[in-house]
């Protein structure tokens, strides 16, 4: 089945947007890319880096005479979008997103759907810590999963249209039930978003002295939850407004699993905590196995060289700092 597409349109061109765009240009998947975006400044920097043929802050120009349209923006802004779009939209094209829930999209965005316009709902498993336009590469979704949440109603054709635009820009691709992608979600992805921004909020409010040194030391482990708290607050917002059910039900089994640790702490319980932390760390190597992380040390981060000895010596790693 060909996974070419006529004219793609992309209304929002951040992380996500910029990479399909790039990646989509680079495996020669679509013969236009229309881009539509709220601000100016960030239109005219999309148009510099040149993401796309058209460009425009009217989504509904974006999307007119598109066989594939993609919402990337924070899914707050999508029931806007969705209002702006909907009379332009192409029978016979696809409407689909990139947000990181699907029980709200689907319940905000399907009232909308005219008829003749298939809706998958998409999260592709793949991010950074970076925003906007300049920080999309092609190779944001190589080897990482794309899960696709189409309804019933949905021709199977489409959806596997869809699959195949994914699978050609690296991803594998998984359908599944919204509801349940947000549970699973909610527990991979949006309680350790809201544990990094939980213990670095309490960083901030240390006396100066002590954070002083817990910046210093932080190579320690308190970096990699700095990394994740720096994630962009607006998308993560609308994370925690649109899956509040599935990040409560599972912040609940946390918490008592929380509570269990705490106790093995108090009285000592050195076989309870070593029992849990092996349990843990066979998740990870399992994580490893399914090629989802590198095993290298460090999480295979090139770090800085160090100033240069007076006796020469052969380095192991070289170039800049994780991204
Ligand atoms: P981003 O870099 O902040 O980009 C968001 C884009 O949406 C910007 O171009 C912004 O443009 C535009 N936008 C915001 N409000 C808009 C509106 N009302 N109308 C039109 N455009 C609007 O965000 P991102 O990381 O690409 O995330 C986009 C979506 O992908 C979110 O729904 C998120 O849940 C999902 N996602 C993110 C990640 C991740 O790791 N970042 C991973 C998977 C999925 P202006 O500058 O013009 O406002």
Known sequence: MSVHFR????????LIGSSIALAARRQGLVEVISIATRKQDTLDEARELGLGDIYTLDAAEAVRGADLVVICTPVGAYEGVMQAIAPALEPGAILSDVGSVKGHVVKTLAPLIPDGV????????????HSGPSAGFAELFAGRWCVLTPGPE???IKTEKLAGFWRAMGSQVESMDAAHHDMVLAITSHIPHLV???IVGTVADLEAATQSEVIKFSASGFRDFTRIAASDPVMWRDVFLTNRDAVLEMLGRFSEDLSILQRA???GDGPALEAMFTRT????????SAGQETAAPDFGRQHEAPPAPETPFVREHGGGDDA
């Open 265 to 267: 702490v108090r009285t």
């Open 118 to 129: 298939s809706f998958i709902p998409g999260h592709p498993l793949a991010g950074t810590e």
């Open 281 to 288: 760390r066979a998740i990870r190597r399992s994580i490893i």
């Open 7 to 14: 004219k793609l349109a992309l209304i929002g061109i951040g």
């Open 154 to 156: 949905v021709d199977p």
């Open 196 to 198: 990094a921004y939980n």
